[in-house]
């Protein structure tokens, strides 16, 4: 990795991490997704509740799906209720109008590997949702307009740019 894409990962981590540290001095809201402003800080508390076991907190920060068949439903709550193998971290996250991605470092903290997965959001009114994986944001399960679609794949886009610049 050149200096300057390093200089660069490193600006994004401490702007995110500055972000999360504000989140959680903040006061606490009555449920994750209201004490959750910003898509970085939805990650953070998606991450936390899985950590900790709060299955229900993790389900409520995924967006609303009513159509859901019960047996999918309990997968994602099995798949939850599993620890974690690292501790993942923010790194750094884009907004494009109702739509962001948010880079997550998922990799044990004694190896020096790079491993960076996206998560994508979605904000209905004021609230940022995680989005289940899909594929190629599209899902039978919820669906997307045109416009969030074109935004969300400029996403991806501007995400496999980052995690190249990274693992230069």
């Not at 019960?70 to 494009?96: N, S």
């Not at 959001?121 to 307009?145: A, C, H, K, M, N």
Request: net charge negative; charged share 20%; proline share 8%.
């Amino acid at each position: 990795m050149n200096m300057r894409s390093l200089s660069g990962v490193l600006v994004v981590a401490l702007a995110a991490t500055l972000s999360i540290v504000t989140a959680q001095t903040s006061k606490p809201a009555s449920s994750p997704v209201q004490a959750a402003r910003t898509p970085a800080e939805v990650v953070a508390n998606f991450f936390e509740a899985v950590a900790a076991g709060r299955v229900d907190d993790a389900i409520a920060l995924m967006t609303p799906l009513p159509d859901l068949p019960p047996e999918v439903l309990e997968e994602l709550r099995e798949d939850f209720a599993k620890p974690l193998r690292t501790k993942p971290y923010v790194v750094g996250h884009l907004q494009i109008g109702t739509s962001a991605v948010v880079i997550v470092h998922d990799s044990s903290p004694n190896k020096h590997i790079i491993d960076l997965d996206p998560a994508y959001l979605i904000r209905r009114g004021s609230t940022w949702y995680l989005l289940p994986q899909v594929d190629e944001f599209e899902s039978r399960w919820f669906p997307l307009d045109a416009s969030t679609t074109k935004s969300l794949e400029e996403l991806e886009g501007w995400f496999r740019a980052q995690r190249m610049l990274a693992s230069e």
